[in-house]
């Protein structure tokens, strides 16, 4: 799943163009390096998101096409927010 679309199914990002212009500004890094709105997401990446002062660096755990909102939280974990 691309990377734009997963942070928009797993909520982390509430909109995909939100997360689209995110990823072209250099804001997001998956396992240490800037990654493009394409980048594939796998299980077990790190995504570290920087907006504001403090980073937000999550662990995907799950990649699901369609998730409800109960169920968003469980495709990552926070690992530093």
Same mark, same amino acid.
């Given at each position: 799943?691309?990377?734009?679309?997963?942070?928009?199914?797993? @909520?982390?990002?509430? @909109?995909?163009? =939100? !997360?689209?212009?995110?990823?072209?500004?250099? @804001?997001?890094?998956?396992?240490?390096?800037? !990654? @493009?709105?394409?980048?594939?997401?796998?299980?077990?990446?790190?995504?570290?998101?920087?907006?504001?002062?403090?980073?937000?660096?999550?662990? =995907?755990? !799950? =990649?699901?096409?369609?998730?409800?909102?109960?169920?968003?939280?469980?495709?990552?974990?926070?690992?530093?927010?």
């Amino acid at each position: 799943m691309r990377l734009d679309k997963y942070l928009k199914v797993s @909520r982390v990002i509430k @909109r995909r163009t =939100v !997360a689209n212009e995110a990823c072209d500004g250099g @804001r997001i890094e998956v396992n240490g390096k800037v !990654a @493009r709105a394409s980048y594939d997401v796998k299980v077990n990446d790190i995504i570290t998101i920087n907006f504001g002062t403090k980073p937000l660096v999550i662990k =995907v755990l !799950a =990649v699901n096409e369609i998730t409800t909102k109960e169920t968003a939280s469980l495709n990552f974990e926070v690992i530093e927010n």
